[in-house]
C-alpha cells in the first residue's frame, strides 16, 4: 500500500518539480473546472520521530519516513529558491515593494498552491470575526481576515517560502510577511512573538510566531492578508478558516479579487452561477454530432441519414441549402 502511494505521488510531484509550472491561462481554464472543489486538509504534524531518508531520482528530493509509518517530501531549501519570485521587488522594509499598477496585470492569473510536494498548513483555524472580512471598512481599506484568538496562541506558515519581513510596523504591531514558492505573499499581523527573522526559509506549518493583539488592535486576533505582486484579496478564496481546509491546488486569481468590494462570500455565487453555465454548455457541446461529407453527398441524403432537417442543418452550419459539399467538410448535423 505505502509503497503504491508513494511510487505514484513519486512520479506526478517530479513531474511538477523538475519542469517549473507555467501555467497558460487559457489552457489552466480548460484543465481545472473554476473554482476548483478539491478540498486540500491542513498539514498535519508527525509527532514521530524521523527513521529514515530516501534517495528519488532528483538529488535535491528526498522522502522521509516517521516512525508511525508517514512519509513527507523533503526538498532541499537552495533548489527551491532557485527561481526569480524571490529576486523580484525583495523589500525588508516596505509591505508592497512591487509597486505595480492593476493594468500591467492579466485578466487572470493561475496559481499552483500545493501540488504533492509542496504542502500547506491552516495559518490559524478559526471563525472569522463578523466585522472582520475583507472589505472596506470605517473609510479604509480592509485587505484580510480577522481571526479571533488566545494571545499565545501558535501561527504556521501557510506555505513553504522565505520570510520578506518580520518587524514592529505601525498599525500592523508585529508583523510577518512570507513569499512563497508559488508567488503569493502571505502576512501575518499584531503578533506578540515573532520567531523567523528576514531571509529564514519557512515549510508550510512551520510555527512562526505567537497570536497577540500588538498595534492598532482591540483584542488578540490574527490580522491575515493574502497578496498578489502586492494587491490583497480576499484569503477566503484559498482557505475555509473554519475547517482549515484549502480550497483548490490550482488556483485562478482573477483581477477582479482585488477590488476591495469583491469578496468570496458575496463572488461565490455568481462563481457557481457561471459553473452551472459552462454546465450547460458542456452539455450542449456533448450532444453535438459531426458528420464528414464525402463523395455522392447530398444535403438531404445526409439529414435523412442523421435524423434531421436540411433546414436544420443550414442553421447549425450557417449554410444555404444550394451549397456545394465539399468532401471532407465537417458538417454538424445535431
Ligand atoms: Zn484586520
Redesign the pocket.
Known amino acids: 500500500m505505502f509503497a503504491v502511494c508513494a511510487a505514484g505521488f513519486l512520479s506526478a510531484g517530479l513531474a511538477y518539480a523538475v519542469n517549473p509550472v507555467r501555467i497558460d491561462t487559457a489552457k489552466a481554464h480548460v484543465m481545472i473546472r473554476r473554482p476548483a472543489l478539491e478540498s486540500i486538509p491542513s498539514l498535519i504534524h508527525s509527532e514521530s520521530d524521523p527513521i529514515d531518508t530516501l534517495d528519488t531520482v532528483n538529488e535535491h528530493i528526498k522522502v522521509i519516513l516517521f516512525g508511525d509509518n508517514t512519509w513527507k517530501y523533503y526538498k532541499t531549501p537552495g533548489f527551491q529558491q532557485e527561481t526569480d519570485i524571490f529576486d523580484e521587488a525583495w523589500d525588508e522594509v516596505n509591505s508592497n515593494p512591487y509597486k505595480l499598477a492593476q493594468e500591467d496585470l492579466p485578466y487572470s492569473w493561475s496559481v499552483w498552491l500545493v501540488d504533492s510536494l509542496d504542502q500547506y498548513h491552516c495559518p490559524f483555524q478559526g471563525d472569522i470575526h463578523p466585522r472582520?472580512k475583507f472589505g472596506p471598512r470605517r473609510g479604509r481599506r480592509?485587505q484580510?481576515?480577522?481571526l479571533p484568538l488566545k494571545t499565545g496562541d501558535p501561527i504556521y506558515a501557510t506555505f513553504t517560502g522565505k520570510v520578506r519581513m518580520s518587524k514592529y510596523l505601525g498599525g500592523f504591531g508585529n508583523l510577518i510577511v512570507i513569499r512563497h514558492v508559488n508567488g503569493l505573499e502571505t502576512f501575518y499581523?499584531?503578533l506578540s512573538k515573532r520567531y523567523v527573522e528576514v531571509g529564514d526559509w519557512v515549510n508550510a506549518g512551520d510555527v512562526i510566531g505567537l497570536g497577540g493583539s500588538t498595534g492598532r488592535s482591540t483584542g488578540p486576533?490574527l490580522?491575515f492578508e493574502t497578496r498578489y505582486k502586492g494587491f490583497a484579496f480576499d484569503p477566503q478564496w484559498l482557505i475555509d478558516f473554519k475547517t482549515g481546509e484549502l480550497r483548490h491546488r490550482l488556483f485562478v486569481l482573477k483581477k477582479k479579487y482585488f477590488n476591495i468590494y469583491s469578496n468570496y462570500e458575496q463572488d461565490f455565487e455568481d462563481e457557481m452561477r457561471n459553473e452551472e453555465e459552462d454546465k450547460a454548455e458542456d452539455a450542449e457541446r456533448a450532444a453535438m454530432k459531426w458528420y464528414v461529407v464525402r463523395s455522392g453527398d447530398t444535403l438531404s441524403k445526409i439529414a435523412r441519414n442523421n435524423g434531421t432537417t436540411v433546414n436544420a442543418i443550414c442553421r447549425l452550419n450557417d449554410i444555404n441549402p444550394n451549397a456545394t459539399l465539399r468532401i471532407g467538410k465537417k458538417l454538424r448535423v445535431r
Do not use: C, L, Q, R
Request: charged residues 10%.
Open positions: 472582520g480592509h484580510g481576515v480577522d499581523a499584531h486576533h490580522h
